[in-house]
């Protein structure tokens, strides 16, 4: 089974802080997916990746950044975390085309105070 | 972005009745429209999905339903059970190429007895 691992469930981080957000995963995929999601705005894609040290911005990047060092680790950062920043954060990854199933992690509820 | 437009927000259906989830995209080079059904406290996973060859795709008491000269297409729930509550998310990209998928903001289906 397609396993894809989150480092926390919950996190509360105080305003201004950098926080990390790990993801990693252990089928190979080339494609790795960060996403927010919030009520009534579903699931927005803040970054994606198609290949190790590769990166492209999703629709809603700003305030945020991400590494991918490695194929099975992708990593979100919150470079001065904000109150707005609070929300519940999802990592994917496929193999490497738009066909592909999509596996997600449980996520990670952050809550910056 | 282009977009996929999701309705309805919320849906309530009592228990042995259907739910029906509308979607509708704009670009016509999208060919890979796949559902996922997302659990409280769990990340999205794959319920089926559908390719534009077919106008109709089915997989137990769940039916894809596809339009391509709207460009619509519909997630219908049959015989609807209490385990079937969950938020429901459309999706679509293209089969090639490893650009991401676009997904619809969901509905949350709360089937009562």
């Known amino acids: 089974d397609v396993k894809v691992t989150q480092s926390s469930r919950y996190l509360v981080k105080r305003t201004g802080e950098k926080v990390f957000l790990e993801c990693v995963q252990d089928?190979?995929?080339?494609?790795m997916f960060w996403y927010r999601q919030d009520p009534g705005l579903g699931l927005r894609l803040i970054y994606f990746?198609?290949?190790?040290?590769?990166?492209e911005k999703g629709d809603i990047p700003e305030g945020y950044s991400v590494s991918r060092e490695k194929k099975e680790r992708f990593s979100l950062i919150l470079e001065s975390a904000s109150t707005n920043q609070t929300s519940m954060y999802l990592c994917a990854s496929r193999i490497d085309r738009g066909r592909d199933e999509q596996f997600f992690g449980p996520g990670t509820r952050l809550t910056v105070l | 972005q282009q977009q996929v437009k999701q309705s309805p927000q919320s849906l309530i259906v009592q228990k042995g009745g259907i739910s029906i989830i509308n979607c509708a995209y704009e670009n016509t080079a999208f060919d890979y429209f796949p559902w996922y059904q997302q659990f409280p406290g769990k990340g999205p996973a794959l319920l089926i999905a559908i390719r534009p060859d077919v106008s109709e795709k089915k997989e137990g008491r769940f039916t894809i339903s596809f339009n391509k000269s709207a460009k619509q297409f519909s997630l219908h729930i049959m015989d609807s059970q209490p385990g079937d509550s969950a938020t429901y998310f459309c999706?679509?990209?293209?089969?090639?190429?490893?650009?991401?998928?676009?997904f619809g903001k969901g509905t949350r289906l709360s089937v009562i007895a």
């Open positions: 999706a679509a990209s293209r089969r090639s190429g490893n650009t991401p998928l676009v």
């Open positions: 990746s198609y290949d190790v040290k590769m990166k």
């Open positions: 089928m190979d995929h080339e494609n």
